[in-house]
C-alpha cells in the first residue's frame, strides 16, 4: 500500500478545525482540482485524495477514529486498539474482549500472510459503530502478547502454540500496546513491555540524560544513548536545566512505513549533593564574581 499523507494536511487545516473549517477548506480544494475544471496531470489523483481525507473529517466518528489511531484504522496491513495481557501458561492467556475494531492482515496455519478483504471501509466503519457485526464477530478467540519495548520499536517475529499448533506471529515494527492483528482464526492483541530508559509516545520517544554543572555552564559535547546506539549532542553554553532537544525522524517507525516519529532529549543538570572544601570554596568565588 503506497504511503498516505496526512489528511488535515491533506486539506490544509489544524487537528483542531471546526467542522465548518473542514467543509470549507475541502470546497475549495475540490473546485480546485475537479477533473472537469482542472486538466493538469495528477489533478484527478488530488481531487480523489482530497475527498477520501473528507469522508474520514467530515464524519464525527471517522474523525475520532484517524485521530486515535490514523491511517492505520483504515488499512487492512496494520491493526488498531485492543485489548491487553502477558502470554498466560499453554500458549496464548485466556480469552480477552478487546474494544475497537481493526483492520490487519491474517495468516493461514501455514504461516502464508494474505489480505483480508473488507471491502469498503467507510461502510464497514459505519456497520461497526452501529453494532451491525453481530454476535458471531464478537466471539471471535481474541489472544494477548506481550513483547518487549524494543521489539516492538525493531518489529519481531515470535512463535507460540495455540490449541497445539505452533504459529508465527509477526509483529511489524513501530507496533504499540493495542496493536491488533487478526489472524485466519483468531485475533491477536500487542501488550508492550517498558523500557527503563526510553519512555514513548505514540512514534515519539523521550529520555532525560544528566549533565554537569560545568557542561550546562561552559557548553561541551555529549554521548547519548538512542533507538540506534550512540550519538554524540553538542550542548551550548548556558543551557538551563530541562532543556529539550529534538531529533527530527530519529523516533519510532510508523505502522505504515510513513517516515519515523522524533526523539526528544531532556538535559539534566546534575547538582552534586556532596562538595569537598575545595569545591565549595571555587563556587563561592563564582558566585561572588557574578555579584
Do not use: C
Not at 196 to 214: L, N, P, Q
Amino acid at each position: 500500500m503506497s504511503a498516505k499523507r496526512d489528511y488535515y494536511e491533506v486539506l490544509g487545516v489544524n487537528k483542531s478545525a471546526s467542522s465548518a473549517e473542514i467543509k470549507s477548506a475541502y470546497r475549495k480544494l475540490a473546485l480546485k482540482f475537479h477533473p472537469d475544471r482542472n486538466k493538469e496531470a495528477g489533478a484527478e489523483a488530488k481531487f480523489k485524495e482530497i475527498n477520501e481525507a473528507y469522508q474520514v473529517l467530515s464524519d464525527p466518528k471517522k474523525k475520532q477514529t484517524y485521530d486515535q489511531f490514523g491511517h492505520a484504522a483504515f488499512d487492512p496491513s496494520s491493526g488498531m486498539g485492543g485489548g491487553q495481557g502477558p502470554f498466560g501458561g499453554g500458549g496464548f492467556g485466556g480469552f480477552g474482549q478487546a474494544g475497537g475494531f481493526n483492520w490487519s492482515s491474517y495468516s493461514t496455519g501455514g504461516g502464508n500472510n494474505a489480505e483480508f478483504d473488507f471491502g469498503d471501509p467507510f461502510e464497514i466503519f459505519e456497520q461497526f459503530f452501529s453494532g451491525g457485526f453481530g454476535q458471531s464477530a464478537r466471539r471471535r478467540p481474541h489472544y494477548s502478547l506481550r513483547i518487549d519495548f524494543m521489539e516492538a520499536v525493531k518489529g519481531v517475529t515470535k512463535e507460540v502454540e495455540i490449541e497445539g499448533k505452533r504459529q508465527k506471529i509477526k509483529v511489524p515494527p513501530g507496533a504499540n500496546d493495542g496493536t491488533r492483528i487478526r489472524f485466519a482464526d483468531f485475533d491477536v492483541s500487542i501488550d508492550v513491555g517498558t523500557h527503563a530508559r526510553f519512555k514513548r509516545d505514540g512514534y515519539d520517544v523521550f529520555v532525560d540524560e544528566k549533565i554537569t554543572f560545568s557542561t550546562a555552564a561552559l557548553g561541551g559535547q555529549i554521548e547519548v544513548e538512542t533507538l540506534d546506539g550512540q550519538i554524540k549532542l553538542k550542548v551550548r553554553p548556558g543551557t538551563p536545566s530541562h532543556s529539550l532537544i529534538r531529533l527530527r525522524g530519529e523516533g519510532v517507525q510508523h505502522l505504515q512505513g510513513r517516515g519515523k516519529g522524533d526523539f526528544y532529549v531532556r538535559l539534566i543538570v546534575d547538582i552534586p549533593e556532596k562538595l569537598t572544601r575545595e569545591q565549595k570554596k571555587l563556587i563561592e568565588k563564582l558566585a561572588d564574581s557574578m555579584l
